[in-house]
């Protein structure tokens, strides 16, 4: 142990006794997993088995009978993940454990602030061994603090992964309805029969004449985008509507919807709404087709309304085509929404790692 003490920037009311220094080594035991998942095939039981993506399996055995840490230490060398008694992990991770008079959770979220790539050897197979990054200095509170830390943290982990499983409901909810609505398996309260048309019969293009490359010094207040989003704000904007956007050169196909006062380069082209459309519908119901097949070009792929205005469709009145557009619109909102928050929580993590801990 040594000298040296330091305090964080941030602390909980009622501590003010400073953090002392250790080597990793001091304050953890590794062990080591005898599981190859490959010699698990035919086995299965209620005891979960976590590789280095997660969940593997339910076997009929576990190797650990206390909670603890697992760090991958072959291939995805240095991921984390805390796991609970009654599991186990193959033998590409190992198992961390803490000595005594050590919260599991702080020590789980002191590990996620070490650089433990700088650690790694090999190269075509990149491994981490604990003799050597257990030389690692950290800094630690005593255990009324560690276990405050800890469990705030943990509650954080804890609300990033129940909005994350409601992000995944709402996306199978919203691929369920894809299938349903656009089948006409699922409808409103409509029955009159649905036409059918072809792309040209309710689109209409325009291309784009905006090169970014002729944008650098431009700044202003219309936003631009391209195949992966928002680009820049310029001065000027190209579309006074609404429109849903196609990239036809390169990432082809990809489709996006856009609010009016804004622009796309010319790597994409504007799809708008003809006449007694919607074009929210048209916008989903876009996604249900399968555009690859009109893809052409190898080096950059290109793919051209030409092709692509000849795909049938089905279409119902304009009354049902607002209730569907409509109800993709909230789904995607509330999924925003939830994606912002996730965000936001994950950031609000990274602040107190950085804050919380010397």
């Not at 206390?66 to 033998?91: Q, W």
């Not at 989003?229 to 579309?239: H, R, S, T, V, W």
Request: charged residues 25%.
């Amino acid at each position: 142990m040594s000298e040296e003490k330091l305090v964080p920037k941030l602390r909980f009311s009622g501590f003010d006794d400073e953090w002392k220094t250790y080597k990793l080594k001091d304050l953890l035991h590794n062990k080591s997993s005898s599981i190859s998942i490959n010699q698990l095939d035919d086995n299965v039981g209620n005891y979960p088995l976590y590789g280095a993506s997660g969940f593997l399996k339910c076997i009929d055995f576990y190797e650990m009978d206390v909670d603890y840490i697992s760090i991958v230490k072959d291939g995805s060398v240095g991921n984390l993940s805390f796991h609970e008694k009654n599991t186990s992990v193959v033998n590409t991770s190992q198992y961390i454990l803490p000595k005594e008079n050590l919260n599991i959770h702080f020590i789980f979220y002191l590990l996620q602030t070490i650089n433990l790539n700088k650690y790694k050897t090999g190269s075509t197979i990149p491994h981490i061994y604990f003799k050597d990054y257990s030389i690692e200095k950290v800094k630690i509170p005593k255990y009324d603090e560690q276990k405050k830390i800890g469990i705030l943290l943990k509650n954080l982990d804890a609300k990033i992964e129940i909005l994350d499983n409601k992000l995944q409901m709402c996306q199978n909810f919203k691929k369920y309805l894809m299938q349903q609505i656009f089948t006409q398996k699922l409808r409103f309260n409509f029955d009159d029969e649905w036409k059918q048309y072809k792309l040209k019969d309710v689109l209409t293009v325009k291309s784009s004449s905006i090169s970014i490359n002729q944008l650098e010094e431009n700044t202003g207040d219309y936003p631009l985008y391209g195949a992966s989003g928002f680009l820049k704000n310029i001065d000027f904007c190209e579309m006074d509507v609404d429109y849903i956007s196609i990239v036809k050169d390169g990432s082809v196909g990809n489709l996006s919807f856009h609010e009016k006062n804004s622009s796309i380069v010319n790597t994409s082209q504007y799809l708008l709404p003809k006449k007694n459309f919607n074009i929210n519908f048209l916008y989903y119901l876009l996604q249900t087709i399968n555009l690859m097949k009109y893809v052409n070009g190898s080096s950059i792929p290109h793919i051209y309304f030409k092709d692509y205005c000849i795909e049938k469709i089905n279409i119902p009145s304009l009354d049902e085509q607002e209730k569907i557009g409509k109800l993709f619109v909230d789904v995607d909102i509330t999924m925003e929404n939830l994606n912002k928050n996730i965000n936001a929580t994950q950031e609000f993590k990274k602040g107190l790692l950085q804050q919380m801990f010397v």
